[in-house]
T-cell receptor, first 112, second 114 residues
Framework: QQQVKQSPQSLIVQKGGISIINCAYENTAFDYFPWYQQFPGKGPALLIAIRPDVSEKKEGRFTISFNKSAKQFSLHIMDSQPGDSATYFCAASKGSNYQLIWGAGTKLIIKP | EAGVVQSPRYKIIEKKQPVAFWCNPISGHNTLYWYRQNLGQGPELLIRYENEEAVDDSQLPKDRFSAERLKGVDSTLKIQPAELGDSAVYLC????????????FGEGSWLTVV
């Protein structure tokens, strides 16, 4: 019940296209859903996060869509650029418990 | 503002040798984390500190791993003796309730055990 399942494992998108990464969770107590971006040789960096009281959050080209009833959330990257090539991790946590439960990661490659 | 600083960035040691990693969190962040990340996987929490108290060390292999956060600021993570399976990236991170609990990661310490 603590798992966060992320798909796909890898994704190749043409420059200018839309990249979509999906995550599903089981624990309905989770109330914080961040996405982290990790470049090779670097630590993960928070990209965008959402709480379950909203269904969508947009920051620039990055959008989280959240479906509470389906227990799913996804990251959309609009107008994908080669600089977006990285590994993306979804995660979830509950309340003041800062133990993030991480997805397995998606390696995104944007082809010029 | 300086981010989370870790050292060393890279370390190669022979199995059975000890190794230590150091972390300086973002100034004012009372929560500090040590994670381990294996290649192609997400980070795995080893230990979490609230100030100088280890509040969650359930995933820390206590037979060979130890950590301390004296004075509630810097922290060290030690492995003794190291095993081949300990090869991974050891990530330090910090957060603060006062700034939304966002977890900020350092660049990691890359350990190779040969």
């Amino acid at each position: 019940q603590q798992q966060v399942k992320q798909s796909p494992q890898s994704l190749i998108v043409q420059k200018g296209g839309i990249s979509i990464i999906n995550c599903a969770y089981e624990n309905t107590a989770f109330d914080y859903f961040p996405w982290y971006q990790q470049f090779p040789g670097k630590g993960p960096a928070l990209l965008i996060a959402i709480r379950p009281d909203v269904s969508e959050k947009k920051e620039g080209r990055f959008t989280i869509s959240f479906n509470k009833s389906a227990k799913q959330f996804s990251l959309h990257i609009m107008d994908s650029q080669p600089g977006d090539s990285a590994t993306y991790f979804c995660a979830a946590s509950k309340g003041s418990n800062y133990q993030l439960i991480w997805g397995a990661g998606t390696k995104l490659i944007i082809k010029p | 503002e300086a981010g989370v600083v870790q050292s060393p960035r890279y370390k190669i040691i022979e199995k059975k040798q000890p190794v230590a990693f150091w972390c300086n969190p973002i100034s004012g962040h009372n929560t500090l984390y040590w994670y381990r990340q294996n290649l192609g996987q997400g980070p795995e929490l080893l230990i979490r500190y609230e100030n100088e108290e280890a509040v969650d060390d359930s995933q820390l292999p206590k037979d060979r791993f130890s950590a301390e956060r004296l004075k509630g600021v810097d922290s060290t993570l030690k492995i003794q003796p190291a095993e081949l399976g300990d090869s991974a990236v050891y990530l330090c991170a910090s957060s603060s309730r006062q700034v939304g609990n966002t977890i900020y990661f350092g660049e990691g310490s890359w350990l190779t055990v040969v």
